[in-house]
């Protein structure tokens, strides 16, 4: 261990694939450290006596244990911590906002450059799974009590890995035909390959999981007869419903919803077509993306990659005020992506054949509100027209419950999000729920942790 690590070695985040090879493929574009090199980059941490990275971090991951034990070389040990605290810890590694967590809170990160613990975060997962680790299966006695988890995202995921570690027999239904939920059909590979996504499905799997893919709830069987055949359900079900800029063009064809953008290409590359959200190539077309998080940065690199002639990203504050990842805008920039920051939209023209511009006026920040967020204000006589053949909205996602909650007694709150007590029970006492769907649209992380907490309510429900 070098106590003064963080003076002689700058910080250094893996290679990335050249840009012209990553405008055209949808791989991931980090390559891995290597053993060396995750080395040098781990024992710059400061191992400060109270770790900010590690409260930063939603899960609260041992982030400077794990770091040492790169630095002796100790990975399997390294990969058993961060497995303990993570569900998903390599999926994570890759696509957290580092620099709005456990980075940005990094001591070093203002004036040295913070470690990379994402990269890092990734590499023990993989350099362990490389020398043959796979997380153990549960050594306590099965429990006897059977719990059913609706949907295999983050979240379910998350509370499954729980309650199976526990002796709980767990049952996860999807409606999708893979495991992962958007981790699967909505972030594209070039942040995350499906591969992996797989890899961790059949490691829950072998860990005594169990997967129904295929099978939605309240479709192919009824939460009737879950709650009948299992001593508790937990829902985690996501947030699907597009959120709307409510001005005029909204409705023109070849104005898109992200969400229905980004499924449809899954789904094309994948070779698993949905009907529910058709393929849409944007090869040759001028692209206006509408947003800032990184929803909309996932929109301009993947229109970038089908071969659109021209992306433009307008957003309404300015880029520093972007609730995307800055490491994503990055990346859209290096690939030819055109932000437009400090612009609102107030219409999109066209007519039946498609778009032809968005209008959009210059915005200003005001002062701080009482919670010290400026908002926008339209700056008259700014006017401009962004041409364009097809407008993608990525304003973010409202929860969406299905109309059978109301059957049974699950309460929502005005926003529609499900409400649960400290412990995740909802108004029905054998039905638990966590992530997006009760938090409102947030990152993985967030949502693999309350699939996590949730499970520890449930297990104190039945008594385990």
């Known amino acids: 261990m070098n106590n003064f690590a963080f003076l002689e070695d700058p910080r250094n985040d893996p ?29 710059r941490c400061l191992h400060c006596g ?14 400077p244990n794990w770091l040492q034990l790169i630095v002796e070389n100790r990975i399997e040990e390294a990969a058993e911590l961060s497995h ?42 993989e350099e362990a799974i490389g020398r043959g680790w796979q997380p153990e299966k549960p050594r306590v006695p099965a429990n006897g009590k059977r719990v059913a988890v609706v949907g295999a995202g983050p979240a379910g995921l998350g509370c499954a890995d729980i309650l199976n ?20 059909f909505g972030i594209p590979p070039f942040k995350l390959e499906k591969e992996v996504v797989a890899r961790r499905a059949t ?53 898109i919803k992200a969400l229905d953008y980004l499924i449809g290409n899954i789904g094309h590359l994948m070779a698993l077509p949905d009907p529910i959200h058709p393929y849409q190539n944007l090869v040759g077309k001028r692209v206006v993306v509408l ?7 996932d929109c301009v690199r993947t229109a970038i990659r089908q071969g659109a002639t021209a ?15 800055r490491r994503e805008v990055a990346n859209a920039r290096e690939e030819g992506v055109r932000f437009l920051f400090n612009r609102q939209p107030v219409e999109i023209l066209g007519d039946a054949s498609g778009p032809t511009a968005v209008r959009v006026v210059q915005t200003r920040l005001s002062e701080p509100d009482h919670r010290g967020r400026r908002h926008p204000e339209e700056v008259p006589g700014t006017d401009e027209l962004l041409p364009a053949d097809a407008v993608i909205v990525a304003f973010g996602f409202d929860p969406s419950p299905p ?37 409102g649209s947030d990152l993985v992380v967030t949502a693999v942790d309350e699939g996590r907490r949730a499970a520890e309510g449930i297990l104190d429900f039945l008594g385990v």
């Open 15 to 43: 290679p990335k694939l050249p840009v012209e090879e990553r405008r055209e493929l949808f791989r991931e574009i980090y390559k891995s450290f290597d053993l060396a090199g995750a080395q040098l980059q781990a024992d």
């Open 50 to 63: 109270n770790p900010y990275c590690e409260w930063k971090c939603p899960v609260h991951n041992y982030i």
């Open 84 to 125: 303990s605290t993570n569900t998903l810890p390599e999926i994570c590694g890759r696509i957290c906002p580092q620099d709005r967590l456990c980075e940005g809170a990094c001591t070093l990160n203002e004036e040295y450059g913070a470690v990379t613990i994402g990269q890092l975060e990734k590499f023990i997962t």
């Open 165 to 184: 570690r526990a002796g709980t027999e767990v049952v996860v239904y999807d409606r999708y035909p893979a495991v992962g939920g958007l981790l699967t």
């Open 203 to 255: 490691m829950l799997a072998d860990m005594g999981i169990r997967f129904e893919l295929g099978v939605e709830v309240g479709r192919d069987i009824s939460l009737e007869r879950l709650l009948a055949e299992y001593d508790a359900v937990f829902l985690g079900m996501g947030t699907y419903r597009a959120k709307t800029g409510n001005f005029p063009g909204e409705d023109l064809p070849g104005v």
């Open 291 to 297: 947003g800032g998080g990184d929803t909309a940065m």
């Open 311 to 325: 992306v433009t990203c307008a957003y309404r504050r300015d880029e520093a005020n972007m609730p995307g990842s």
């Open 403 to 439: 109309s059978w909650f109301t059957d049974f007694g699950i309460a929502l709150d005005a926003a529609g999000r499900v409400v649960t007590n400290e412990r995740f029970q909802t108004s029905h006492p054998h039905i638990f729920a966590g992530g997006d769907m009760r938090r």
